[in-house]
């Protein structure tokens, strides 16, 4: 029932077509940093959202109900070691962010040999490369990814007091 079920069917109409769950944003980050902080809390919240997401256990419905909708997840944690929308914050958030990646990246491979699919796992990152691009550790984050989302709506904005494209194609 409900939004799965649209997916579900969508997917049913396109069978090539990919569906990723993003986890987070400008609203829903203020828990990343204290869940990342050590490998307990990692490990419970990428199991949680394979087990949801992936797995497809949703609670109230019989086991694997939302089984195949999802092809992977992509975290949208805004941002490590910024203060984001007044998130809490601070430089542990480097390393965390990568270990996150790294915890869901063995999840979803595991997820994957058990039914012999390959999870995309994406992150959304910011495009400024003076602030929050800087607090991660890019390349070796990246080994866990299938790609970056680069945040172009992020190019300007209030914080920078003039009016300027949001997304632009060329510099």
Same mark, same amino acid.
């Given at each position: 029932?409900?939004?799965?079920?649209?997916?579900?069917?969508?997917?049913?109409? &396109? !069978? /090539?077509?990919?569906?990723?769950?993003?986890?987070? +944003?400008?609203?829903?980050?203020?828990? %990343?940093? $204290? *869940?990342?902080?050590?490998?307990?809390?990692?490990?419970?919240?990428?199991?949680?959202?394979?087990?949801?997401?992936?797995?497809?256990?949703?609670?109230?419905?019989?086991?694997?109900?939302?089984?195949?909708?999802?092809?992977?997840?992509?975290?949208?944690?805004? &941002? !490590? /070691?910024?203060?984001?929308?007044?998130?809490?914050? +601070?430089?542990?958030?480097?390393?965390? %962010?990568? $270990? *996150?990646?790294?915890?869901?990246?063995?999840?979803?491979?595991?997820?994957?040999?058990?039914?012999?699919?390959?999870?995309?796992?994406?992150?959304?990152?910011?495009?400024?490369?003076?602030?929050?691009?800087?607090?991660?550790?890019?390349?070796?984050?990246?080994?866990?990814?299938?790609?970056?989302?680069?945040?172009?709506?992020?190019?300007?904005?209030?914080?920078?007091?003039?009016?300027?494209?949001?997304?632009?194609?060329?510099?």
């Amino acid at each position: 029932a409900g939004n799965f079920n649209q997916l579900k069917e969508l997917k049913a109409a &396109y !069978p /090539n077509l990919k569906i990723v769950i993003s986890i987070g +944003g400008w609203s829903w980050s203020s828990h %990343f940093s $204290a *869940l990342a902080a050590t490998e307990a809390g990692r490990q419970k919240f990428v199991q949680s959202c394979v087990d949801q997401y992936i797995n497809g256990d949703i609670p109230g419905l019989p086991a694997g109900a939302a089984k195949g909708i999802f092809d992977g997840i992509d975290l949208d944690w805004e &941002y !490590p /070691n910024e203060p984001g929308n007044g998130n809490p914050y +601070g430089p542990q958030d480097t390393p965390d %962010f990568t $270990a *996150l990646l790294q915890d869901f990246r063995g999840a979803l491979n595991e997820a994957g040999e058990q039914s012999h699919a390959h999870y995309l796992l994406t992150a959304d990152t910011s495009p400024n490369q003076y602030a929050a691009a800087q607090q991660l550790q890019l390349k070796t984050a990246a080994k866990s990814l299938d790609w970056y989302n680069v945040m172009t709506v992020d190019m300007h904005g209030g914080w920078d007091s003039i009016t300027d494209f949001a997304s632009n194609l060329l510099p």
